[in-house]
């Protein structure tokens, strides 16, 4: 089967019935947008969460088959967006891709939805749509953003000597550079990055979702993560913040993303036992109801 047959099938799965506890009506998909994205609800409601992905995702990582956060936002009043950043799924990539430009498009979107009577947003990223939610929040924080979710992520990427950043891009390019797709290497990646404890479904899910990315996207994206670092911005931070963090991520460990919370002035940190770094995808059961409780909250 093709990555993109994969995916689709993916996309007709089963879902989580612990991640959907509310019925509500199939999802939207949005094409002409500033990024693409699956919808559940209505954006005149005028309460809009824009859900963000990371580098192995798009929109689906949100949907029934591996999460269902987005129909569990929309079932407690919250509209959800979940878009395909630059280079993913619907999403056309961009000639440079980087943190701020994405942050741009992500910008643009927000601008479209305002338009269409979102009042109040929420940004909620998961790995780098955590840093590129805090790319936008550094560079312009728009009015109409009221809160803020960082999900398994980080305010910087490595150290500051780049040595690791550079040992990290060739570890990760390594099979690609090799002839290996995307496909081949996805269920490694998929494995290293969940918890022990995790299910073994939801992580063939992520990685089927994985497998299905582009391999010029993942690519872009890998060389995206490494330049970035907003530390110093993360006092400037003038929203609700909730952190949610793994015990058993690797790629972005607890005690990092407990200092991070530490340093916004507004933030609430929670650390979920055994769970790694698909922590939505691998514990929806835990990550939804913290969504939801802050969502109903702050916007």
């Known amino acids: ?160 000597d780049g040595a690791w950043q550079r040992d990290y891009l060739a570890q990760r390019l390594a099979p690609l550079d090799a002839g290996q797709g995307m496909g081949a290497i996805a269920p490694g990646l998929a494995r290293g990055m969940a918890s022990p404890l995790a299910p073994h479904e939801a992580v063939a899910r992520a990685a089927v979702l994985m497998g299905a990315v582009p391999e010029a996207t993942y690519r872009s994206a890998l060389h995206a993560l490494v330049g970035f670092d907003r530390r110093e911005a993360l006092a400037r931070l003038a929203v609700p913040v909730l952190c949610i963090a793994g015990a058993d991520d690797r790629n972005a460990p607890p005690a990092v993303m407990k200092h991070m919370a530490q340093r916004i002035t507004q933030a609430h940190y929670h650390c979920l036992p055994g769970v790694g770094h698909l922590a939505h995808m691998e514990a929806p059961q835990q990550v939804n109801p913290l969504l939801v409780d802050f969502l109903q909250s702050t916007l």
Not at 19 to 27: D, E, F, H, Y
Not at 100 to 105: I, S, T
Not at 149 to 160: E, H
């Open 1 to 160: 089967m093709t990555a993109h047959g994969r995916s689709k099938a993916l996309i007709a799965g089963t879902s989580h019935a612990k991640a959907c506890p509310v019925t509500t009506s199939a999802p939207v998909l949005v094409r002409d947008a500033a990024l693409a994205y699956l919808r559940w609800g209505d954006v005149q409601a005028g309460r809009v969460a824009v859900l963000l992905h990371g580098v192995g995702g798009s929109r689906e990582s949100w949907g029934d088959a591996l999460s269902g956060s987005g129909r569990a936002i929309a079932g407690a009043g919250v509209c959800a967006v979940a878009v395909d950043l630059p280079g993913y799924g619907h999403t056309p990539a961009l000639a440079r891709c980087d943190m701020a430009a994405m942050a741009q498009r992500v910008q643009a979107l927000l601008e479209q939805l305002q338009e269409r009577g979102a009042a109040r947003i929420a940004l909620v990223g998961h790995s780098m749509g955590g840093m590129v939610a805090q790319e936008l929040m550094a560079q312009q924080a728009p009015a109409a953003v009221k809160a803020l979710v960082l999900l398994a992520t980080s305010p910087a990427f490595g150290k500051a």
